[in-house]
């Protein structure tokens, strides 16, 4: 993808569908369209003043400050309030401070650059106009004012301009009339408390600084039935789009934030900034100070409040995240984006940006991948600060949201409109669907998760459906105990020499070995995995531990998943009967059985030449028909013939020579317990060509005939 020609600036803020940054955007976005210019706002969704660790990831959205093909920023100060985040943003910014940059907003404590140039609106103007309104329109001369932070510099200002309307008619400043809160709903609440209490005299009216604390203060005021403006008037500032849902209507005065934004734009496109002049707002009557609403503010407020409650039907009751539950890969996935489109409001285009290695937990790629989720595309490879390749068509406003799960970063989601326009709050609900469904995706495809999660049931193991070990122990209790055998097969001895099988290969081994273990319990007994190398079985049999055991190791021989990754000398089986004893007893027991042949294998892995036979030997079990070409196998080896014998017996313990025949016989066993071949096919599927010979041997090995065999397992 190649630059686009047109010039980027890119918007830094935070929790941009909040009004005071939609209206800054409108005029950032209108001016930029008329320039040519594209805008790329990047922003949190999430905005809590103290760091919350469950949404650190979301801001490594500001990694996208780094971009070399930004040329120009504009940060909306005053909506980053978290420290950490303007830590991070101040970074991004210090590393990029060659690019021109605005700052819309007052100067706060620690967050502030040398290339920082401030514009504003001017609180002190705006908060005098609104106390001249009281002044000259209703003759108020005892006002109250409840402002936000005492340490904030935008408190004092709007204090200031309080004062200064005051002094200009002749009323006296009081600075006990001067209350300072935390610009939220509750100091509008316990600003109330103290007036219906007693403990402050009613004023004729009461300045709030900022609509949120009004709105708790009426809201208090309506919940004790003190009637406004009767009582006193009330007035608020910023006009937060929420009036219809407080009473009465509240008077308020609007900052003229999208002036600033258009501001923004000219100053970063050289036009002007020494005669920059804070633009002034105006008033927006309401009920609460005994003006009366204007109509056309009324019918602008229920427009977007109809819209609003709209998308929030929709997305209610949206089927986004049921649907996502049932994608089985990332193409399902975007199509399943794709059908639900509707569920934003007016954007133009729609990407989802994923790191190419998204499902990962390590050190994300630079590299990309864009899926469009408004009309088809085939995904787009690209490299992660590189936004040019989005911006096609004419000049538009594109938004960077994150797309993250607990410490996870997914990537991003991209959305542009063509109208000055940006999401609302719903969106974040859109968004959260989006990564859940994500980490279900993931979640269904990587194995490590699901060795993880083992006690999802009481009973049950979640990775091989078998009994855990609470559920065999249950079952242990009301078994009849006539005939009956525990079996314990303890796999994955010996891991440090496994260290370069990864983490799916291990499961794919333990559920090969699950598969033995069901195969040689077969239908009528019990079998569990108590824990992540332990498996154990209930098996009702007329046969003793010893064929047991044999049958347990003949069985999980053949399954070469298991063998392939491990080796034939990387598991132990114990079996035995349980007669009256209690679970814990003979759990003991088989302990102490495997325990002894654990110790006997170490021992062996301590000869000189243990890994080169045991590769041999692996080769022997996984294919007993190939022992009767012993030229091989000693090419293999590659020594004498006699060295080989000699060695093989002192590591193992046995010739070379009957260990192949054992081999040839665990097969044996293993196609008599689970196949209904004849004993003349499985002679040949061992490597025989003499049935006789094969049934001698067979009988040497185990003491009993293929068929006696046979007849033994299914009794």
């Given at each position: 993808?190649?630059?686009?020609?047109?010039?980027?600036?890119?918007?830094?803020?935070?929790?941009?569908?909040?009004?005071?940054?939609?209206?800054?955007?409108?005029?950032?976005?209108?001016?930029?369209?008329?320039?040519?210019?594209?805008?790329?706002?990047?922003?949190?969704?999430?905005?809590?003043?103290?760091?919350s660790?469950?949404?650190?990831?979301e801001?490594?959205v500001?990694?996208?400050?780094?971009?070399e093909?930004?040329?120009?920023?504009?940060?909306?100060?005053?909506?980053?309030?978290?420290?950490?985040?303007?830590?991070?943003?101040?970074?991004g910014?210090?590393?990029?401070?060659?690019?021109?940059?605005?700052?819309?907003?007052?100067?706060?404590?620690?967050?502030?650059?040398?290339?920082?140039?401030?514009?504003?609106?001017?609180?002190?103007?705006?908060?005098?106009?609104?106390?001249e309104?009281?002044i000259?329109?209703?003759?108020?001369?005892?006002?109250?004012?409840?402002?936000?932070?005492?340490?904030?510099?935008?408190?004092?200002?709007?204090?200031?301009?309080?004062?200064?309307?005051?002094e200009?008619h002749?009323?006296?400043?009081?600075?006990?009339?001067?209350?300072?809160?935390?610009?939220?709903?509750?100091s509008?609440?316990?600003?109330?408390k103290?007036?219906?209490s007693?403990?402050?005299?009613?004023?004729?009216a009461?300045?709030?600084?900022?609509?949120?604390?009004?709105?708790?203060?009426?809201?208090?005021?309506l919940?004790?039935?003190?009637?406004?403006?009767?009582?006193?008037?009330?007035?608020g500032?910023?006009?937060?789009?929420?009036?219809?849902?407080?009473?009465?209507?509240?008077?308020?005065?609007?900052?003229?934030?999208?002036?600033?934004?258009e501001?923004?734009?000219?100053?970063?496109?050289?036009?002007?900034?020494?005669?920059?002049?804070?633009?002034?707002?105006?008033?927006i009557?309401g009920?609460?100070?005994?003006?009366?609403?204007?109509?056309?503010?009324?019918?602008?407020?229920?427009?977007?409040?109809?819209?609003?409650?709209?998308?929030?039907?929709?997305?209610?009751?949206?089927?986004?995240?049921?649907?996502?539950?049932?994608?089985?890969?990332?193409?399902?996935?975007a199509?399943?984006?794709?059908?639900?489109?509707?569920?934003?409001?007016?954007?133009?285009?729609?990407y989802?940006?994923?790191?190419?290695?998204?499902?990962?937990?390590?050190?994300k790629?630079?590299?990309?991948?864009?899926?469009?989720?408004?009309?088809?595309?085939?995904p787009?490879?690209?490299?992660k600060n590189?936004?040019?390749g989005?911006m096609?068509?004419?000049a538009?406003?594109?938004?960077?949201?994150?797309?993250?799960?607990?410490?996870r970063?997914?990537?991003?989601v991209?959305l542009?409109?063509?109208?000055?326009?940006?999401?609302?709050?719903?969106?974040?609900?859109?968004?959260?669907?989006?990564s859940?469904?994500?980490?279900?995706?993931?979640?269904?495809?990587?194995?490590?998760?699901?060795?993880?999660?083992?006690?999802?049931?009481?009973?049950?193991?979640?990775l091989t459906s078998m009994?855990?070990?609470?559920?065999?122990?249950?079952?242990?209790?009301?078994?009849?105990?006539?005939?009956?055998?525990?079996?314990?097969?303890?796999?994955?001895?010996?891991?440090?020499?496994?260290?370069?099988?990864?983490?799916?290969?291990?499961?794919?081994?333990?559920?090969d070995?699950?598969?033995?273990?069901?195969?040689?319990?077969?239908k009528?007994?019990?079998?569990?995995?108590?824990d992540n190398n332990?498996?154990?079985?209930?098996?009702?049999?007329?046969?003793?531990e010893?064929?047991?055991t044999?049958?347990?190791?003949?069985?999980?021989?053949?399954?070469?998943?298991?063998?392939?990754?491990?080796?034939?000398?990387?598991?132990?089986?114990?079996a035995?009967?349980?007669?009256?004893?209690?679970?814990?007893?003979?759990?003991?027991n088989?302990?102490?059985?495997?325990?002894?042949?654990?110790?006997?294998?170490?021992?062996?892995?301590?000869e000189?030449?243990?890994?080169?036979?045991?590769?041999?030997?692996?080769?022997?079990?996984?294919?007993?028909?190939?022992?009767?070409?012993?030229?091989?196998?000693?090419?293999?080896?590659?020594?004498?013939?006699g060295?080989?014998?000699?060695?093989?017996?002192?590591?193992?313990?046995?010739?070379?020579?009957?260990?192949?025949?054992?081999?040839?016989?665990?097969?044996?066993?293993?196609?008599?317990?689970?196949t209904?071949?004849?004993?003349?096919?499985?002679?040949?599927?061992?490597?025989?060509?003499?049935?006789?010979y094969?049934?001698?041997?067979?009988?040497?090995?185990?003491g009993i005939?293929?068929?006696q065999?046979?007849?033994?397992?299914?009794?």
């Amino acid at each position: 993808m190649q630059k686009s020609h047109r010039t980027i600036y890119g918007v830094i803020a935070a929790s941009v569908a909040d009004i005071e940054q939609k209206e800054i955007l409108h005029g950032i976005i209108g001016r930029a369209q008329k320039l040519d210019i594209d805008i790329v706002v990047i922003s949190n969704i999430y905005n809590p003043i103290e760091t919350s660790q469950s949404l650190v990831t979301e801001n490594k959205v500001y990694d996208r400050i780094l971009s070399e093909e930004i040329d120009g920023f504009i940060l909306i100060s005053e909506s980053i309030i978290n420290k950490d985040i303007q830590k991070k943003v101040l970074s991004g910014l210090e590393a990029r401070k060659s690019v021109p940059l605005i700052v819309i907003g007052t100067p706060q404590p620690d967050f502030e650059l040398e290339t920082f140039r401030y514009i504003n609106s001017s609180d002190c103007d705006d908060i005098e106009e609104l106390t001249e309104h009281l002044i000259t329109e209703h003759g108020f001369t005892d006002i109250d004012i409840l402002t936000g932070y005492e340490c904030i510099e935008a408190s004092h200002k709007r204090v200031e301009g309080y004062r200064t309307a005051l002094e200009k008619h002749g009323i006296p400043f009081n600075a006990d009339k001067v209350f300072y809160g935390d610009f939220w709903k509750t100091s509008g609440v316990s600003q109330a408390k103290k007036y219906i209490s007693g403990e402050l005299p009613y004023p004729q009216a009461l300045i709030c600084t900022n609509d949120y604390m009004a709105y708790g203060l009426l809201d208090e005021f309506l919940e004790n039935d003190v009637e406004i403006p009767e009582a006193m008037a009330v007035v608020g500032y910023e006009y937060i789009r929420e009036r219809q849902s407080h009473s009465p209507l509240l008077t308020t005065y609007q900052r003229n934030r999208k002036a600033l934004g258009e501001a923004a734009v000219d100053i970063l496109t050289g036009e002007r900034y020494e005669d920059f002049i804070p633009p002034k707002g105006h008033l927006i009557k309401g009920e609460s100070c005994g003006c009366g609403a204007v109509r056309s503010d009324i019918k602008s407020e229920l427009e977007y409040l109809r819209t609003k409650q709209t998308y929030d039907f929709v997305n209610l009751f949206s089927q986004l995240d049921q649907r996502l539950t049932e994608c089985r890969n990332i193409s399902e996935f975007a199509s399943c984006c794709w059908d639900f489109r509707f569920l934003i409001r007016n954007v133009d285009k729609l990407y989802m940006c994923l790191y190419d290695n998204w499902y990962d937990e390590g050190e994300k790629y630079d590299n990309m991948v864009r899926y469009n989720l408004l009309t088809y595309e085939e995904p787009i490879i690209f490299h992660k600060n590189e936004l040019s390749g989005f911006m096609t068509g004419k000049a538009a406003p594109y938004y960077i949201c994150p797309l993250f799960f607990a410490d996870r970063e997914l990537g991003y989601v991209l959305l542009r409109y063509e109208v000055p326009d940006s999401f609302d709050y719903i969106f974040r609900n859109w968004l959260k669907s989006i990564s859940n469904g994500l980490e279900l995706l993931r979640m269904k495809n990587d194995i490590r998760y699901l060795t993880a999660c083992q006690n999802l049931s009481e009973l049950h193991d979640s990775l091989t459906s078998m009994y855990n070990e609470t559920g065999i122990h249950k079952a242990y209790i009301s078994a009849d105990k006539n005939e009956l055998y525990m079996v314990m097969l303890r796999i994955c001895l010996f891991d440090e020499d496994f260290s370069a099988v990864n983490e799916s290969e291990k499961v794919y081994a333990v559920l090969d070995t699950a598969e033995a273990v069901k195969q040689f319990c077969g239908k009528n007994n019990v079998c569990a995995r108590t824990d992540n190398n332990t498996f154990l079985c209930l098996v009702k049999s007329q046969n003793d531990e010893n064929f047991l055991t044999q049958l347990m190791s003949s069985i999980l021989c053949q399954h070469t998943s298991y063998i392939e990754k491990y080796s034939i000398d990387s598991f132990v089986c114990a079996a035995v009967r349980c007669v009256d004893k209690p679970f814990s007893k003979l759990l003991d027991n088989c302990g102490e059985l495997t325990k002894k042949e654990i110790s006997r294998l170490s021992v062996r892995r301590r000869e000189k030449l243990y890994k080169k036979l045991l590769e041999l030997r692996n080769y022997i079990y996984m294919n007993p028909s190939m022992t009767f070409k012993t030229d091989k196998l000693h090419e293999m080896f590659g020594g004498s013939s006699g060295h080989l014998r000699a060695v093989y017996k002192k590591c193992f313990g046995i010739s070379f020579h009957q260990d192949c025949i054992n081999a040839r016989v665990a097969k044996a066993r293993y196609l008599l317990s689970t196949t209904a071949l004849t004993v003349q096919q499985i002679a040949y599927d061992c490597g025989y060509s003499d049935t006789k010979y094969f049934m001698r041997q067979f009988v040497q090995g185990t003491g009993i005939t293929a068929n006696q065999f046979r007849d033994a397992f299914n009794a």
